[in-house]
């Protein structure tokens, strides 16, 4: 039968109950499908104009380079951002110490390893109020580069990417914070760190060239925010950001500068300690001036709980990597012992499914019960991830205390479950057991932990942002192996054994990792990589060195070929990872 052209869907497709997708050409009009592929022809010529802006004629004009907006537009109550339903955007910037004078608008790319921070003028901040910010110019360029008002942009480029730096943050609440008065917004501070790592994660495209802008505004608006204590969660947050950024630069002692400064603000906001109720523990109630605000709803007080363990993860992985003690402390001490309940999803906080914890030490808790958990939010994506960061640096602490007047860890006695807790101090002594004891206990520990992880096969069908921490949830836990095991390769064969098939999980678990999935991996398991090859490159020079003939390399040669095949993805991201890539090449090329 013909269509008889009835609007808006013909006979037939109603018959057939597809009204919803009748559509047809009447020469009278344009089809949604036409209309469809009108609008996305418009969005990617915008995406071509955005991306090369030098090759293309704009579509709209955005930004006037000899008109600086104020960061808060007087033409809004709410702020320099209009509503998502509006495209006109103001200047982004926080504000600024620097003062403004003629601007030339030099556009070249400059990396962030060879520009140094502009040296910021103490007695401009004093004139500077977060309450007035409406007032207070913005930051029209850096060394003579100006930014077109991209904000809006910037947020998107960053939220799919927010859990590579360890923020867990509620999007609809970030979004909307755009419009609202400046008292309400989310301090300069956390959003120029965002549009930072927008920048960074873009630094192929034209994007990139606005990098050192931002990160000198994000650096600029530190010392304001930490006027206001309603304002220390963007405090936190933005210094870890600030130092994954410099360390997976390679960037190492900026870096842990930023790591120390966030660990040293969330003890002394007491997030390590918040209650059932959501409010910080206060021990004495004499001085309340480092309280926060209660929390106003359930998403706030989980933002709290998921802040604090993007410290605690910060600091304990990095830690390692920096080869210094964590900062963090963790003691039976009642004003350093975490009693944070472990974290959940933000959705879980927003639907009230929720888990308060008892009070009672988290990671001792977990350490006691030999890497296992009597909690169900001790079972989420985001808390398997603080469990595999404690391992990790629990392992390399307790490996590099050993001394050689200990007996051989490899000869280590049955578990028990007591051996455990003094590895919870930041300073643990192990004086209540033997080194073997608590080495084999340890041990125990990290393979009950994986034993609790997803398995490698069913990781695939995770969505995606479970898939990419459970990848980090594995290298992790592999990596603990590897720290556990690696000092006492050379002179002990079990330990060196167990390194080998650690190192070979972890490579195991790379083979689940899609090209796609590099552009949103942690930087943490460049490290985890490294560890591993590290661990092949001893067992290729012993295998080459044995005596009186070499033996197969071969096997290990195409392990750390691997290897070196996902650690030259992930460098071309990370600067620090391809630093680990050119050691990983010259050992095999025998240099």
Same mark, same amino acid.
């Given at each position: 039968?013909?269509?008889?052209?009835?609007?808006?869907?013909?006979?037939?497709?109603?018959?057939?109950?597809?009204?919803?997708?009748?559509?047809?050409?009447?020469?009278?009009?344009?089809?949604?499908?036409?209309?469809?592929?009108?609008?996305?022809?418009?969005?990617?010529?915008?995406?071509?104009?955005?991306?090369?802006?030098?090759?293309?004629?704009?579509?709209?004009?955005?930004?006037?380079?000899?008109?600086?907006?104020?960061?808060?537009?007087?033409?809004?109550?709410?702020?320099?951002?209009?509503?998502?339903?509006?495209?006109?955007?103001?200047?982004?910037?926080?504000?600024?110490?620097?003062?403004?004078?003629?601007?030339?608008?030099?556009?070249?790319?400059?990396?962030?390893?060879?520009?140094?921070?502009?040296?910021?003028?103490?007695?401009?901040?004093?004139?500077?109020?977060?309450?007035?910010?409406?007032?207070?110019?913005?930051?029209?360029?850096?060394?003579?580069?100006?930014?077109?008002?991209?904000?809006?942009?910037?947020?998107?480029?960053?939220?799919?990417?927010?859990?590579?730096?360890?923020?867990?943050?509620?999007?609809?609440?970030?979004?909307?914070?755009?419009?609202?008065?400046?008292?309400?917004?989310?301090?300069?501070?956390?959003?120029?760190?965002?549009?930072?790592?927008?920048?960074?994660?873009?630094?192929?495209?034209?994007?990139?060239?606005?990098?050192?802008?931002?990160?000198?505004?994000?650096?600029?608006?530190?010392?304001?925010?930490?006027?206001?204590?309603?304002?220390?969660?963007?405090?936190?947050?933005?210094?870890?950001?600030?130092?994954?950024?410099?360390?997976?630069?390679?960037?190492?002692?900026?870096?842990?500068?930023?790591?120390?400064?966030?660990?040293?603000?969330?003890?002394?906001?007491?997030?390590?300690?918040?209650?059932?109720?959501?409010?910080?523990?206060?021990?004495?109630?004499?001085?309340?001036?480092?309280?926060?605000?209660?929390?106003?709803?359930?998403?706030?007080?989980?933002?709290?709980?998921?802040?604090?363990?993007?410290?605690?993860?910060?600091?304990?992985?990095?830690?390692?990597?920096?080869?210094?003690?964590?900062?963090?402390?963790?003691?039976?001490?009642?004003?350093?012992?975490?009693?944070?309940?472990?974290?959940?999803?933000?959705?879980?906080?927003?639907?009230?499914?929720?888990?308060?914890?008892?009070?009672?030490?988290?990671?001792?808790?977990?350490?006691?019960?030999?890497?296992?958990?009597?909690?169900?939010?001790?079972?989420?994506?985001?808390?398997?991830?603080?469990? %595999?960061?404690? !391992?990790?640096?629990?392992? &390399? #602490? =307790?490996? $590099? @205390? /050993?001394?050689?007047?200990?007996?051989?860890?490899?000869?280590?006695?049955?578990?028990?479950?007591?051996?455990?807790?003094?590895?919870?101090?930041?300073?643990?002594?192990?004086?209540?057991?033997?080194?073997?004891?608590?080495?084999?206990?340890?041990?125990?520990?990290?393979?009950?932990?994986?034993?609790?992880?997803?398995?490698?096969?069913?990781?695939?069908?995770?969505?995606?942002?479970?898939?990419?921490?459970?990848?980090?949830?594995?290298?992790?836990?592999?990596?603990?192996?590897?720290?556990?095991?690696?000092?006492?390769?050379?002179?002990?064969?079990?330990?060196?054994?167990?390194?080998?098939?650690?190192?070979?999980?972890?490579?195991?678990?790379?083979?689940?990792?899609?090209?796609?999935?590099?552009?949103?991996?942690?930087?943490?398991?460049?490290?985890?990589?490294?560890?591993? %090859?590290?661990? !092949?490159?001893?067992?290729? &020079? #012993? =295998?080459? $060195? @044995? /005596?009186?003939?070499?033996?197969?390399?071969?096997?290990?040669?195409?392990?750390?070929?691997?290897?070196?095949?996902?650690?030259?993805?992930?460098?071309?991201?990370?600067?620090?990872?391809?630093?680990?890539?050119?050691?990983?090449?010259?050992?095999?090329?025998?240099?």
């Amino acid at each position: 039968m013909r269509c008889d052209g009835v609007k808006p869907a013909c006979a037939q497709c109603v018959r057939a109950k597809k009204g919803d997708a009748c559509e047809y050409d009447d020469g009278k009009g344009k089809t949604r499908t036409q209309i469809m592929r009108e609008h996305i022809a418009r969005l990617e010529m915008r995406i071509r104009e955005l991306e090369n802006p030098e090759q293309s004629a704009p579509s709209m004009t955005l930004f006037d380079p000899h008109a600086l907006s104020p960061y808060y537009s007087e033409s809004s109550s709410s702020s320099s951002y209009d509503s998502p339903g509006k495209l006109s955007y103001s200047t982004s910037a926080s504000p600024t110490p620097f003062p403004l004078g003629e601007q030339d608008h030099h556009h070249s790319m400059i990396s962030p390893l060879t520009v140094s921070t502009p040296e910021i003028d103490p007695a401009a901040w004093e004139s500077l109020s977060f309450a007035n910010l409406a007032s207070v110019p913005a930051v029209g360029s850096f060394n003579g580069m100006e930014a077109p008002p991209l904000d809006h942009i910037l947020l998107e480029i960053f939220i799919p990417h927010r859990h590579q730096c360890g923020l867990d943050i509620h999007v609809g609440r970030l979004r909307d914070s755009l419009g609202l008065s400046p008292e309400e917004q989310h301090h300069p501070v956390l959003m120029n760190a965002i549009y930072l790592w927008a920048c960074y994660l873009s630094r192929s495209g034209s994007l990139g060239q606005y990098e050192q802008l931002y990160l000198s505004r994000t650096l600029a608006a530190l010392s304001d925010a930490m006027q206001y204590m309603s304002k220390a969660l963007d405090l936190i947050r933005a210094c870890c950001m600030l130092s994954v950024y410099y360390l997976s630069n390679g960037r190492l002692l900026e870096g842990s500068y930023y790591s120390a400064a966030a660990c040293t603000l969330a003890v002394q906001c007491r997030l390590h300690q918040i209650s059932p109720e959501g409010r910080s523990m206060n021990l004495d109630g004499w001085d309340a001036s480092f309280e926060l605000p209660p929390p106003k709803d359930n998403v706030e007080r989980g933002e709290r709980i998921s802040t604090f363990w993007q410290v605690f993860n910060l600091d304990r992985c990095w830690s390692v990597v920096l080869r210094r003690p964590a900062t963090l402390p963790e003691s039976d001490h009642p004003m350093a012992s975490i009693t944070t309940p472990w974290p959940q999803r933000i959705a879980d906080y927003e639907n009230e499914d929720l888990d308060f914890g008892s009070g009672s030490p988290t990671i001792r808790g977990f350490f006691v019960q030999q890497g296992q958990s009597n909690s169900l939010s001790g079972f989420s994506t985001a808390a398997l991830r603080v469990k %595999a960061s404690a !391992l990790y640096e629990g392992a &390399n #602490r =307790l490996s $590099s @205390s /050993w001394s050689p007047r200990e007996s051989c860890p490899a000869l280590s006695s049955r578990p028990q479950a007591s051996i455990l807790i003094p590895l919870c101090h930041r300073t643990g002594s192990l004086a209540s057991g033997s080194f073997s004891e608590n080495f084999g206990a340890f041990e125990h520990s990290i393979m009950r932990f994986i034993t609790t992880l997803l398995p490698l096969h069913q990781i695939g069908g995770a969505i995606p942002e479970d898939k990419y921490a459970l990848i980090v949830i594995h290298s992790l836990a592999h990596a603990s192996m590897i720290r556990l095991h690696a000092p006492f390769m050379r002179d002990d064969g079990v330990s060196r054994e167990k390194a080998i098939r650690a190192a070979r999980s972890l490579i195991h678990v790379t083979k689940l990792i899609s090209d796609a999935d590099f552009e949103f991996l942690d930087p943490v398991i460049g490290p985890c990589w490294a560890s591993a %090859a590290k661990v !092949l490159e001893s067992e290729l &020079n #012993r =295998l080459q $060195s @044995s /005596w009186p003939d070499p033996l197969n390399t071969m096997e290990v040669r195409g392990d750390l070929e691997a290897l070196l095949y996902v650690m030259t993805k992930l460098g071309a991201k990370f600067p620090l990872i391809a630093y680990h890539c050119a050691k990983v090449q010259s050992c095999l090329d025998g240099e």
